[in-house]
């Protein structure tokens, strides 16, 4: 008999979802920075443990929409709470529970969602009794299924988190192959493994005015018959001062992306990559509701 679960991870930006995604698939399937609005789309963590599967539904932080983008990435956290078996609300140990966590809760309270509550980043909290008036103020808002004091970086209470999420499992069919991470294309993993160099090597707010796309991803074999895939990308900037700096002087920045991109994409397609990078210059493309969706910016 098998079995199914689906898990919405939600909580505010940088609140360490897509690490916690990340540790319970077991391999990277979201990209991760210390950036607030990494993550823009549903990314689909996908582990298959015996005869139960659990989808991890690793969404875009809460946050009050400024733009046309900020827009689609609330409406995706809103629609990945629909319809599944329990949610996790990641929050941070180390601040005061806020209005994002408080609209994230009665969104599950509207829903009748069972709720996993993990309160991240305890190795930061000096002694357990501190969060004792932190978990007093979330058990007032919400009846959580679970609460788990917990710390992704450095692993503490983390091999709690399955056994408080498989009792949620429904007899039904695989809804992804056994053997598969991720739903999400190899074009999609790549655009975002060059965002996330991107977000590490630029240390100002450019890139949350920033985007990749792939614009061709096509395979050839070399003299010797072994397979290259070359990939063509373009970085999506806001202003032209801002392209010069993503480019750098020399164009050394760009080449520092380009590197630390190609080494994460060759590992994960397992084959030799040619990847190009151009930048590109759209103002004002996060309020463009076309230009995000043409571009394949955030999923329609």
Same mark, same amino acid.
């Given at each position: 008999?098998?079995?199914?679960?689906?898990?919405?991870?939600?909580?505010?930006?940088?609140?360490?979802?897509?690490?916690?995604?990340?540790?319970?698939?077991?391999?990277?399937?979201?990209?991760?920075?210390?950036?607030?609005?990494?993550?823009?789309?549903?990314?689909?963590?996908?582990?298959?443990?015996?005869?139960?599967?659990?989808?991890?539904?690793?969404?875009?932080?809460?946050?009050?929409?400024?733009?046309?983008?900020?827009?689609?990435?609330?409406?995706?956290?809103?629609?990945?709470?629909?319809?599944?078996?329990?949610?996790?609300?990641?929050?941070?140990?180390?601040?005061?529970?806020?209005?994002?966590?408080?609209?994230? +809760?009665? $969104? %599950?309270? !509207? *829903?009748?969602?069972?709720?996993?509550?993990?309160?991240?980043? /305890?190795?930061? @909290?000096?002694?357990?009794?501190?969060?004792?008036?932190?978990?007093?103020?979330?058990?007032?808002?919400?009846?959580?299924?679970?609460?788990?004091?917990?710390?992704?970086?450095?692993?503490?209470?983390?091999?709690?988190?399955?056994?408080?999420?498989?009792?949620?499992?429904?007899?039904?069919?695989?809804?992804?192959?056994?053997?598969?991470?991720?739903?999400?294309?190899?074009?999609?993993?790549?655009?975002?493994?060059?965002?996330?160099?991107?977000?590490?090597?630029?240390?100002?707010?450019?890139?949350?005015?920033?985007?990749?796309? +792939?614009? $061709? %991803?096509? !395979? *050839?074999?070399?003299?010797?018959?072994?397979?290259?895939?070359? /990939?063509?990308? @373009?970085?999506?900037?806001?202003?032209?001062?801002?392209?010069?700096?993503?480019?750098?002087?020399?164009?050394?920045?760009?080449?520092?992306?380009?590197?630390?991109?190609?080494?994460?994409?060759?590992?994960?397609?397992?084959?030799?990559?040619?990847?190009?990078?151009?930048?590109?210059?759209?103002?004002?493309?996060?309020?463009?509701?076309?230009?995000?969706?043409?571009?394949?910016?955030?999923?329609?």
């Amino acid at each position: 008999m098998t079995k199914n679960v689906f898990i919405a991870i939600t909580g505010r930006p940088n609140a360490g979802k897509s690490s916690l995604t990340n540790l319970l698939v077991g391999e990277k399937v979201s990209i991760v920075s210390e950036k607030p609005q990494t993550t823009r789309n549903r990314i689909n963590g996908v582990l298959t443990k015996g005869d139960i599967q659990y989808v991890f539904i690793d969404t875009p932080g809460f946050l009050k929409p400024k733009t046309k983008l900020g827009e689609h990435m609330v409406r995706a956290v809103r629609t990945s709470v629909d319809d599944v078996d329990c949610a996790i609300l990641m929050a941070d140990a180390t601040k005061k529970l806020s209005a994002i966590e408080q609209e994230l +809760i009665r $969104s %599950f309270s !509207s *829903r009748g969602t069972q709720v996993v509550l993990l309160l991240n980043k /305890i190795d930061l @909290v000096r002694s357990k009794e501190e969060l004792l008036p932190l978990i007093s103020e979330y058990n007032k808002l919400y009846n959580f299924a679970d609460i788990i004091p917990i710390s992704v970086k450095k692993r503490i209470n983390t091999e709690l988190i399955m056994p408080a999420l498989e009792k949620y499992a429904v007899e039904g069919e695989h809804f992804f192959p056994d053997d598969i991470a991720t739903d999400r294309t190899e074009r999609f993993l790549c655009s975002e493994i060059i965002r996330e160099k991107l977000l590490w090597t630029m240390q100002q707010e450019i890139p949350h005015g920033t985007a990749v796309d +792939i614009e $061709s %991803f096509t !395979s *050839r074999q070399n003299k010797k018959g072994a397979e290259i895939i070359d /990939i063509g990308a @373009v970085i999506i900037c806001e202003k032209n001062s801002h392209k010069g700096m993503i480019i750098g002087k020399g164009g050394e920045r760009l080449k520092q992306i380009g590197s630390l991109a190609r080494k994460d994409i060759e590992e994960m397609l397992d084959t030799k990559v040619n990847l190009q990078i151009f930048v590109k210059v759209r103002e004002n493309w996060r309020d463009n509701e076309s230009f995000i969706l043409n571009n394949n910016i955030v999923d329609k």
